[in-house]
């Protein structure tokens, strides 16, 4: 183990950004937020606070350099199935060009996935006319395996609408479960060569406990709640995500992309702020955990900011819990 670095914060302070998912394309680190919106609009447990329009790109050409804002990448004006709330991002560099995968409210207010390409990795990107079908819920996250098939993991609780589909379709009524019954788990599904759809239906995703049992609805410091994140560390999988309402960072680990993955512990505790969501990078053989909080402006959970902080694993390989 190094000293771990820990680079000035946060990254932009001239824009709200949150949800950053790094990626490393040539020598550079491109991340890919939310850019959060000075709006006062309504704050519950929907999201209605959320309402991002657009995306702006952030590039890194080292650890603790100035950090650039390469402007809009996408707006939603320019994207025809969506109607508000641009949410989380991801990005992947495959077939010659970038991929922007995002969330979004198409017309009818649900929450779907859709993709954009560019030539350049901070934009701009032309998005596909419709979202992907069969997609729903939100936060995207895609992973490319040693074998180059490439998963996209998703799925949000509450505001993300993932109870609403349990069944495969969208039932507004539904509830989550609750107390001792399995918890709902973030989506996998394998997309197709050309990343513009998926090739087979998406399947839950089972996270268990060290004994072998899926963790309970209730078991809220635990269980799945959104952002997920897959990064491989010595040949294991390590699925990490949010717990939301403890507002925790957390990671399983598992032998395959689609699990079943083992609960481990905590990367993150409690940022400032409700929301907290992330993602991993190696960078010149060393890891990085990129994240959110709303330190920026005080403490409003819809104005956030992107930090990032050396992340370290022990010499069985598991994750040293960082303080924000
Ligand atoms: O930024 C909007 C939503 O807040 C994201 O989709 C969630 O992961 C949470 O960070």
Same mark, same amino acid.
């Given at each position: ?231 491989? $560390? @010595? =040949?294991?999988? *390590? &699925?990490? #995500? ?7 960072? +957390? ?31 190696? $960078? @010149? =053989?060393?890891? *990085? &955990?990129? #994240? ?7 403490? +409003? ?24």
């Amino acid at each position: 183990m190094s000293t771990a670095t820990n680079p000035k914060q946060p990254l932009v302070t001239h824009i709200y950004t949150a949800d950053p998912s790094a990626h490393v394309f040539g020598d550079t680190i491109y991340i890919y937020p939310s850019h959060d919106l000075e709006h006062d609009g309504e704050d519950n447990d929907n999201g209605d606070e959320y309402q991002m329009e657009d995306y702006h790109v952030l590039s890194l050409n080292a650890i603790g350099a100035p950090c650039v804002d390469h402007g809009e990448a996408l707006h939603m004006r320019d994207v025809p199935w969506v109607s508000k709330q641009m949410w989380a991002p991801d990005a992947i560099y495959k077939n010659g060009k970038y991929y922007l995968f995002f969330p979004a409210r198409a017309k009818d207010g649900n929450f779907r996935i859709g993709v954009a390409t560019g030539s350049d990795p901070a934009g701009p990107f032309h998005a596909e006319p419709d979202y992907i079908q069969g997609s729903y819920s939100i936060d995207p996250a895609v992973f490319e395996d040693d074998d180059h098939k490439v998963y996209m993991y998703f799925g949000g609780l509450w505001g993300g609408q993932l109870e609403k589909w349990q069944t495969g379709v969208f039932l507004p009524g539904a509830e989550g479960p609750s107390g001792n019954e399995p918890a709902l788990g973030p989506r996998v599904a394998q997309m197709t060569d050309d990343l513009l759809a998926f090739a087979e239906p998406p399947q839950q995703i089972v996270i268990l406990d060290q004994n072998g049992k899926p963790l309970t609805a209730g078991d809220t410091d635990r269980r799945y709640f959104e952002g997920p994140w897959m990064h491989k $560390y @010595n =040949g294991l999988y *390590y &699925l990490s #995500y949010s717990t939301g309402d403890t507002h925790y960072l +957390v990671y399983a680990t598992g032998t395959s992309p689609k699990g079943p993955f083992t609960y481990q512990g905590r990367i993150l505790t409690p940022v400032i702020g409700w929301t907290t969501h992330h993602s991993i990078v190696e $960078y @010149n =053989g060393k890891w *990085y &955990l990129f #994240y959110h909080d709303a330190s920026l402006s005080g403490g +409003v959970n819809h104005r956030r900011c992107v930090k990032y902080k050396e992340l370290q694993y022990d010499e069985n390989g598991a994750i040293i819990t960082m303080q924000p």
